[in-house]
């Protein structure tokens, strides 16, 4: 379970049960703010009517009254890559890559 605490912020733990093996393909806003690296849904909200991030699958409930904002993955990970220059070099960090250490984030 995904604690807070006054230094960072994290999502809630999901209440959705355990799918096998399969990770999640689709976050709610919560969750695609915390993935880009946003300190609030609202930053989020504010990059995504900017242009920076994708925005929302075009969703729906069941019912039909109130709209679910879900981002894909895979589409924020496009955009990290894009963004980031990987997409055009077909580069891949190694799993250990240690980008906080690199560029010297975390440390007081």
């Known amino acids: 379970m995904i604690q807070m605490n006054t230094n960072c912020w994290a999502p809630p733990a999901s209440t959705a049960p355990a799918r ?6 689709l976050l709610s806003l919560r969750e695609a703010a915390f993935y880009v690296g946003c300190r609030s849904e609202q930053t989020f909200r504010d990059e995504v009517a900017l242009g920076l991030w994708p925005p929302p699958l075009p969703l729906t409930r069941l019912s039909g009254k109130r709209k679910r904002l879900l981002w894909d993955i895979l589409a924020l990970d496009a955009r990290i890559s894009e963004l980031s220059g990987a997409a055009q070099t077909g580069a891949v960090l190694h799993p250990d890559h240690d980008l906080d250490a690199e560029f010297d984030f975390g440390n007081p």
Do not use: N
């Not at 096998?20 to 393909?25: D, L, S």
């Open 20 to 25: 096998a093996g399969r990770p999640q393909r």
